[in-house]
């Protein structure tokens, strides 16, 4: 039997597999129409999939939604252009 640190560990990345895979379709060249045309679908996994890793306990609901929120942390710092620094000016 698993320890119930593992199980809200593995809650925890299944939150952040369930993130990944509903905000980095976000980042293809059509986003707009992916978008548009998957919203109620990608919704409907990923509440589906939020019930299946829960299995009832709150506790791996929010662990797994905590992933969820990593995964979007992640990916829309992945997607930020790259920071340049600038050369100081000169008065």
């Known amino acids: 039997m698993m320890g119930h640190a593992v199980i809200l560990a593995l809650a925890f990345l ?10 980095g379709g976000l980042r293809s060249a059509v986003a ?8 109620l679908l990608r919704t409907a996994l990923i509440l589906a999939g939020f ?3 829960s ?6 609901l929010l662990a797994c939604l905590l992933g969820f929120i990593a995964a979007r942390v992640a990916l829309v710092r992945l997607s930020l252009p790259p920071v340049i620094p600038s050369k100081p000016s000169t008065p």
């Open 55 to 60: 299995h009832g306990d709150w506790l791996r």
């Open 32 to 39: 707009a129409l992916w978008f548009s045309a998957s919203s």
């Open 14 to 23: 299944g939150g952040i597999l369930l993130g990944g895979l509903f905000f």
């Open 51 to 53: 019930y299946v890793v």
